[in-house]
C-alpha cells in the first residue's frame, strides 16, 4: 500500500481539533482547581474537597497523556509528510502507523477521563439528591432517643 502526502494531511484538521477539546477540558479542571483551592483555605468542608482534589489531580495526569499524545500523534504526521516529501516511503508507512497509535491511545485515555470525569459527578449529584430525599425527614423524624439517626437512614 502507498500514501501519499494527503493521507497523513488528513489528520491535522482531527488532531487540532481535539487538541482544542482537550485543552478546553484542561483549562475547566484549571478552574476547578482554582476555586477548590479557595474554598479550602476557607476552612469549608476540608474532607470532600480533599477528595475532589485527589480527583482533579487525576483527572489533570490523564489529561496531560491525552495532550502529549495529540502532540506526538501530530508530530509523527508532519514526519511522514516530510519522508513523503523525500520518497522514504517505507519509513512514512511505519511513521503513519506509529501517529495512528499515538491517537488511539490519546482516545483511549480521553475515555478513561471522561468516566472519571462522569463519576465524579454522579456522587456530588448523590450528595444533592440525599439532601432532597423525601424520606430523608421521615427517617429522621422516627429517631429515638439513643438510637442513631445515620442507622435509620440506611434502612
Not at 469549608?44 to 477528595?51: A, C, P, S, V
Not at 450528595?127 to 439517626?149: A, C, H, I, M, S
Request: aromatic content about 10%; some cysteine.
Amino acid at each position: 500500500m502507498e500514501i501519499s502526502i494527503n493521507t497523513p494531511a488528513l489528520l491535522f484538521p482531527a488532531i487540532s481539533l481535539l487538541l482544542l477539546a482537550y485543552t478546553n477540558r484542561f483549562l475547566a479542571i484549571a478552574n476547578l482547581v482554582r476555586k477548590l483551592h479557595d474554598e479550602y483555605t476557607e476552612q469549608r468542608n476540608q474532607k470532600g474537597l480533599l477528595l475532589q482534589l485527589r480527583s482533579l489531580r487525576k483527572r489533570l495526569k490523564y489529561i496531560r497523556f491525552m495532550q502529549g499524545s495529540g502532540v506526538f500523534s501530530f508530530l509523527l504526521c508532519v514526519a511522514c509528510m516530510y519522508s513523503i516529501y523525500n520518497s522514504w516511503l517505507m519509513a512514512a508507512n511505519f511513521i503513519f502507523a506509529l501517529s495512528l497509535i499515538s491517537l488511539l491511545i490519546s482516545l483511549v485515555v480521553s475515555l478513561a477521563e471522561i468516566w472519571i470525569s462522569t463519576n465524579a459527578l454522579e456522587l456530588l449529584l448523590g450528595d444533592v439528591e440525599e439532601l432532597t430525599d423525601e424520606n430523608f425527614l421521615q427517617k429522621f423524624l422516627r429517631f429515638k432517643p439513643g438510637e442513631d439517626p445515620a442507622e435509620k437512614k440506611e434502612e
